[in-house]
């Protein structure tokens, strides 16, 4: 499932816990594709707290608690992380994270946790969700096959790698608009991750977020900066954004563009994604500003001179997502919309 779908499964299944249609999720994926800041970012639309437990580190007892003689009993001291309404708020979400690197014992005290929403005396309070990831067997990392009855405690969710949806919350997040074209160049590298040479670094959506924060420490220094992108995202990758990073001092003056005046479109094809990249990131800052429509209407019509009409979609369709349905309404969209009419138009 591509990730802006599972996002709004994770917003409803945290909702449904005020019915009492709630389901423990368990979200399946190959390390850095966003499971955890997925989790993050519905924590934070909601204004709620987040409590993430690393199973992996993790012994029975951790979860079960200590035990302690009152009078002729036992009774279980509650570990303090576990959700409590009085210290943690009346909601929240209880993540289990890395699931699928504990063994059986660690993974066989969570059963009446995850089902049952208690353990022993302990009850997780009423407001708080359960989410539950981990990477799959196939992805290298220290995993255990999830007994079956721990599994049918769960809905099940495989989390795809989409690159609109990355590329969306690249600009939503300040990302470096040279990486984001780069990327619309080179869209197979958004993750590229072989479990069978196990590498140290590799592309991922997590990495490329290293290699933006990369580009702007490194920026002034080339032969840094190609060691630096190296080292987030692997050799290859790394060696290649650098390269096109290079190559942007060909690209057309960005700011003529926004002022209306004639600007060619640039032969290349890296070029191509890299201006429209540049003009999405340029359509963000500008919004919410009397500059706005004049802005974007300058931009639509650049999109209507790209020889391959897919790009000007593309980019449209990114700005789109970008700044919303306010770019319906600047005159130049109908105008465009009419010159690609033929063109099938995607999330618009």
Known sequence: MRPSQLITVLHREFESTDTGHHTPVMLWGPPGVGKSQMVAQVAADHDVPVIDIRLSQMEPSDLRGIPFRVGDHVEWAVPAMLPDAARHGLRGILFLDEITSVPPSVSAAAYQLILDRRLGAYEVPEGWAIFAAGNRQGDRGVTYTMPAPLANRFSHFELDVNLDDWVAWAYAHGIDERLIGFLRFRPELLFEFDPAHNPVAFPSPRSWEFAHRALHKFGDNNELMV????????????????????????????????????????????????????????????????????GWGRILDYAGRFPQREMGVMLVSDMHRAVGQDLFGVPQFSVWAKAVADVMLFDM
């Open 227 to 294: 060691g630096a992108l190296q080292a987030c995202v692997g050799p290859a990758a790394g060696v290649e954004l650098a390269a096109f990073v290079d190559n942007l001092d060909q690209l057309p003056d960005i700011d003529a563009i926004l002022r209306g005046e004639q600007v060619s479109v640039p032969r290349e094809t890296d070029l191509q994604y890299a201006v429209a990249s540049a003009l999405v990131a340029r359509a963000i800052r500008v919004k919410d500003t009397p500059e706005a429509q004049e």
